[in-house]
């Protein structure tokens, strides 16, 4: 074989490349649209014999034998799995809203939602992030693990107002209201310094507990502004966002001056640091507290992103946490707006597993 590349060979490999993985991608998906619309059925079949017919258990551990007989132990016609889709429809059949997209993750990632999730709403949440953002398996069961849900419902940020549309969603999702530092080892009344200190040392913990697609630039990052020298806390980069994240840490509760603090690094970090492609730098303010009305008046003058949360060092949420989150209809408005991301659906590239 000639070792010569013809002219325009490249651009024709890499042009041929690019349809072969969407024609794959595209393929893989209908496979899984038509798997989870036959377990759908098969649960709708279950579920209405169960109702007109007194269907028990010993029925559906005979109906698994059958079916396993005729497809194989690894079929999928396990007992269990049975039960999960007469759960997966009795759950989904009367959310229409819900139902377009039920076909767009995995059914593994359906179970792991079927089973750790049990409200109505908790669910959908999931079930709409995994859809969106291509979730992994794992990285759902770590956001479940870490109750993203009410960290995503409770988050005080500006993104709304302050960031472009395209990434107002995924920012509100990538900042949490509140952090957990277990890994730290520090008695309650740290300092600032030790504080940052034992981030710094546990670093690979505190990248996982800020999320996917965080990546650390620095420490007490510095930065010139006239004839003074300032430095941030932390300064890390997201990939996705594509933001530079401005992180101050503070062991007390917050302030209303600790917003105008950060407003003044976001500027210095656009004017001098962020790349013409990227997009403006996030601030997160990390406080031992916070009164949430407080942050409200802060935030409604701050023309910069920024989120504002806590963190705590013990493995649990605070005990009023959930006693905190937006009343059902709240929460369903919010759900609803996210509608569908036409940009994590058409990524040739994704990994079989994110369906």
Same mark, same amino acid.
Not at 74 to 99: A, D, H, I, P, V
Not at 139 to 153: D, G, P, W
Not at 168 to 197: C, M, P, T
């Given at each position: 074989?000639?070792?010569?590349?013809?002219?325009?060979?490249?651009?024709?490999?890499?042009? @041929?490349?690019?349809?072969? &993985?969407?024609?794959?991608?595209?393929?893989?998906?209908?496979?899984?649209?038509?798997?989870?619309?036959?377990?759908?059925?098969?649960?709708?079949?279950?579920?209405?014999?169960?109702?007109?017919?007194?269907?028990?258990?010993?029925?559906?551990?005979?109906?698994?034998?059958?079916?396993?007989?005729?497809?194989?132990?690894?079929?999928?016609?396990?007992?269990?799995?049975?039960?999960?889709?007469?759960?997966? &429809?009795?759950?989904?059949?009367? %959310?229409?809203?819900?139902?377009? %997209?039920?076909? +767009?993750?995995?059914?593994?990632?359906?179970?792991?939602?079927?089973?750790?999730?049990?409200? =109505?709403?908790?669910?959908?949440?999931?079930?709409?992030?995994?859809?969106?953002?291509?979730?992994?398996?794992? /990285?759902?069961?770590?956001?479940?693990?870490?109750?993203? #849900?009410?960290?995503?419902?409770?988050?005080?940020?500006?993104?709304?107002?302050? @960031? =472009?549309?395209?990434? /107002?969603?995924?920012? $509100?999702?990538?900042?949490?209201?509140? &952090?957990?530092?277990?890994?730290?080892?520090?008695?309650?009344?740290?300092?600032?310094?030790?504080?940052?200190? !034992?981030?710094?040392?546990?670093?690979?913990?505190?990248? !996982?507990?800020?999320?996917?697609?965080?990546?650390?630039?620095?420490?007490?990052?510095?930065? $010139? /502004?006239?004839?003074? +020298?300032?430095?941030?806390?932390?300064?890390?980069?997201?990939?996705?966002?594509?933001?530079?994240?401005?992180?101050?840490?503070?062991?007390?509760?917050?302030?209303?001056?600790?917003?105008?603090?950060?407003?003044?690094?976001?500027?210095?970090?656009?004017?001098? /640091? $962020?790349? =013409?492609? +990227?997009?403006?730098?996030?601030?997160?303010?990390?406080?031992?507290?916070?009164?949430?009305?407080?942050? +409200? #008046?802060?935030?409604?003058?701050?023309?910069? =992103?920024?989120?504002?949360?806590?963190?705590?060092?013990?493995?649990?949420?605070?005990?009023? #946490?959930?006693?905190?989150?937006?009343?059902?209809?709240?929460?369903?408005?919010? @759900?609803?707006?996210?509608?569908?991301?036409?940009?994590?659906?058409?990524?040739?590239?994704?990994?079989?597993?994110?369906?």
């Amino acid at each position: 074989m000639s070792t010569l590349e013809p002219q325009g060979y490249g651009l024709l490999l890499s042009e @041929l490349k690019q349809r072969i &993985y969407t024609a794959q991608y595209a393929a893989l998906k209908a496979v899984n649209r038509e798997l989870i619309q036959l377990y759908w059925e098969i649960g709708h079949s279950i579920d209405e014999r169960q109702q007109n017919e007194g269907w028990g258990k010993a029925v559906v551990e005979r109906l698994s034998h059958d079916l396993k007989l005729e497809f194989g132990e690894k079929s999928g016609f396990s007992t269990q799995n049975l039960w999960y889709m007469r759960q997966f &429809y009795r759950e989904y059949s009367m %959310l229409q809203n819900l139902q377009p %997209l039920v076909g +767009e993750i995995s059914w593994s990632k359906h179970i792991i939602i079927l089973a750790k999730c049990k409200e =109505p709403l908790q669910r959908e949440f999931y079930l709409r992030a995994t859809a969106r953002y291509g979730w992994t398996k794992r /990285v759902l069961e770590h956001q479940i693990e870490n109750a993203t #849900y009410e960290k995503y419902l409770l988050n005080q940020t500006n993104f709304d107002k302050a @960031l =472009p549309d395209s990434i /107002v969603s995924h920012a $509100k999702l990538a900042v949490k209201d509140h &952090y957990i530092f277990d890994f730290l080892d520090l008695s309650d009344d740290h300092e600032e310094r030790e504080l940052e200190g !034992a981030i710094i040392g546990n670093l690979r913990q505190f990248l !996982a507990e800020m999320g996917a697609n965080f990546a650390f630039l620095g420490s007490q990052y510095k930065l $010139k /502004v006239g004839q003074k +020298e300032y430095f941030i806390d932390l300064l890390l980069y997201h990939r996705e966002l594509r933001s530079l994240i401005a992180i101050e840490l503070k062991i007390g509760e917050f302030q209303p001056e600790h917003k105008g603090k950060m407003e003044f690094y976001l500027t210095a970090l656009n004017e001098q /640091v $962020k790349l =013409p492609e +990227e997009n403006d730098a996030i601030g997160i303010i990390i406080c031992k507290s916070k009164d949430k009305t407080v942050v +409200e #008046y802060a935030l409604k003058t701050a023309v910069q =992103p920024i989120g504002i949360a806590t963190y705590s060092l013990t493995p649990h949420l605070p005990d009023n #946490y959930r006693n905190l989150l937006p009343s059902e209809t709240e929460i369903a408005e919010r @759900l609803q707006a996210w509608g569908r991301d036409a940009l994590s659906e058409n990524d040739p590239n994704k990994d079989t597993d994110s369906f």
